[in-house]
C-alpha cells in the first residue's frame, strides 16, 4: 500500500504462513534511554506509539478522581493532557508522520460503549465500526488508513482496517479475538490474537498473515509496533508482567532498563526511537524513548 486507494468492506481473504521469526534465540539489546515521569497529580497508565518527531502518546490516570485520561508528550518535553467529548476515559494509542492521533474512549452517556476516534490539530472525528457497540481505534499511518477492533460479538472481537471511509475485516481465522495494534506506512499491521489464554503475535501484510511469537514465551506475545523499515517491537508474556522486545532481521532482543523490575514497549517510529514504560521495584513507573541496538 504505498499510495492511498480505496478497500472493499467484505472481509479479507487470508493466507496462513508458518513464521520463521520464532526460530532465532533472544538476546539483550543495548538501549540508551530518555525517561519522563507523570505531571504532577497524575501516574502512568501505559505509554505507546510514538511519531516521527518524537511524540508520545498514551495514558494518565487522575489521583484524585481515578479516572483515565489520554496524553502526549512532544520531543522537547511538554506534556498535553485530552479527553474526549462526552468520554470518561480517553486513551491515545498512535500518532502519524503527519500528526494524527488516533484512540478511543468510554462513552460518559452510554458506559458500556466505547468509541474509536482521530485527532488532528484539535479537530476530532469519531470513528464507530458500523452496526456494532464497541470500536476501539489503535493506529494511523500518514497515508490516513487506520486500524482497530470491533465487537463483532459478545465473545468475539474482530480487527479492522479503515481507509477512505471503507472498512475491511482483518480477523485471523478461528480466533476469538483479533487486536491489530500497528501499522506502518506500507499498510503493514502487527498486533495479536487469541482464542484461550496464550497471545500470539501476528503480522499482516497483503491480506496474508504471519505469526511472530517470542521464543519460549509462557503466554504469548503482542506486537505494538512496526516502522517502514520492518523493525517490530512488542511485549513478550513469559510471566506476570510484559516485557518489551525488538525484532529486527529475524533477531529477537530484550529490551531491559537497569535496574527496572521490567520494561515494556509501546511503538517504534521510522528513526528508530521506541517509546515504552519502565516499572521500577518500588511500584513507580517511567515514561521512556530509546535508541536501540
Known amino acids: 500500500m504505498n499510495t492511498p486507494r480505496s478497500l472493499p468492506a467484505a472481509a479479507v481473504v487470508v493466507v496462513l504462513l508458518v513464521s520463521p521469526f520464532f526460530l532465532h534465540a533472544a538476546n539483550q539489546t543495548s538501549c540508551t534511554f530518555e ?20 511524540t508520545v502518546v498514551g495514558q494518565l490516570v487522575n489521583n484524585q478522581s481515578m479516572r483515565f485520561i489520554a496524553f502526549k508528550r512532544s520531543g522537547s518535553g511538554v506534556i498535553t493532557l485530552y479527553a474526549a467529548p462526552q468520554s470518561s476515559s480517553t486513551w491515545l494509542y498512535g500518532r ?6 488516533s484512540g478511543f474512549y468510554q462513552d460518559s452517556v452510554h458506559p458500556e460503549q466505547v468509541h474509536g476516534f482521530l485527532l488532528q490539530d484539535g479537530k476530532f472525528t469519531a470513528v464507530n465500526h458500523p452496526k456494532v457497540t464497541n470500536t476501539w481505534l489503535f493506529n494511523v499511518n500518514q ?13 468475539l472481537v474482530r480487527g479492522f482496517l479503515l481507509l477512505n471511509g471503507n472498512y475491511s475485516v482483518i480477523a485471523y481465522p478461528d480466533a476469538r479475538t483479533t487486536y491489530p495494534f500497528a501499522i506502518n506506512d506500507n499498510g503493514d499491521v502487527g498486533g495479536t490474537y487469541a482464542s484461550g ?10 491480506g496474508t498473515f504471519s ?12 506486537l505494538t509496533g512496526v516502522n517502514n523499515s ?8 513469559s510471566t506476570d508482567r510484559d516485557l518489551g522486545f525488538i525484532l529486527q532481521n529475524g ?29 521500577m521495584a518500588d511500584k513507580s513507573a517511567l515514561g521512556y524513548t530509546a535508541v536501540c541496538e
Not at 519522563?36 to 518527531?53: C, E, H, K, R
Not at 502519524?96 to 492521533?101: K, L, N, P, Y
Not at 490516513?144 to 465487537?151: D, E, T
Not at 489464554?197 to 497483503?206: M, Q, T
Open 143 to 155: 497515508l490516513g488508513a487506520a486500524v482497530g477492533s470491533f465487537s463483532a460479538s459478545a465473545s
Open 96 to 101: 502519524s508522520g503527519i500528526g494524527v492521533e
Open 197 to 206: 489464554p496464550i497471545s500470539n503475535g501476528f503480522l499482516w501484510k497483503d
Open 230 to 237: 520492518g523493525t517490530i517491537v512488542g511485549n513478550h508474556l
Open 35 to 54: 525517561t519522563f515521569t507523570a505531571p504532577t497529580g497524575y501516574t502512568l497508565s501505559q505509554v505507546q506509539g510514538v511519531s516521527d518527531d518524537g
Open 251 to 279: 533477531e529477537f532482543k530484550g529490551i531491559v532498563y537497569p535496574g527496572a523490575n521490567y520494561t515494556t514497549a509501546g511503538g517504534i517510529n521510522n528513526n528508530g526511537l521506541i517509546s515504552g514504560q519502565i516499572h
Open 211 to 222: 505469526t511472530i511469537n517470542y521464543p519460549n514465551s509462557k503466554y504469548g506475545t503482542v
